[in-house]
């Protein structure tokens, strides 16, 4: 049984850093590309991160460039995302996925495996 299971999540103030981690189980994830999405209350699921699985290429929502890093660790099955500098306005649900295609898209109909999530608050 495939399960995504997301920790790290919790309260920050304003300026500080989470690093949220995504432990993938139930198969081998590792030619799989991997992806971080987040939602806000009475918002859409946007992207946030991906990073492929050939090369290690990586991909960022503007919103977050420079101040968030994705990295993988294949032999662990997980996907960690660093966020630095955290403002107000990442306040959400954040959720890990996986795309079979092995790229990392931006696009939610590309990955088809996803975790519960984890609350992200960031407070002023």
């Known amino acids: 049984q495939v399960q995504l299971v997301e920790s790290g999540g919790g309260l920050v103030q304003a300026g500080g850093s989470l690093r949220l981690s995504c432990a993938a189980s139930?198969?081998?994830?590792?030619?799989?590309?991997m992806g971080w999405f987040r939602q806000a209350p009475g918002k859409e699921r946007e992207f946030v991160a991906a990073i492929s699985w050939i090369f290690d290429n990586t991909y960022y929502a503007a919103s977050v460039k420079g101040r968030f890093t994705i990295s993988r660790d294949n032999a662990k099955n997980t996907v960690d995302l660093q966020m630095n500098s955290l403002s107000p306005e990442d306040t959400a649900v954040y959720y890990c996925?996986?795309?079979?295609?092995?790229?990392?898209?931006?696009?939610?109909?590309?990955?088809?495996?996803w975790g519960q999530g984890t609350q992200v608050t960031v407070s002023s």
């Open positions: 996925a996986t795309a079979p295609s092995g790229r990392a898209p931006m696009v939610r109909l590309s990955y088809n495996y």
């Open positions: 139930g198969r081998d994830f590792s030619t799989y590309g």
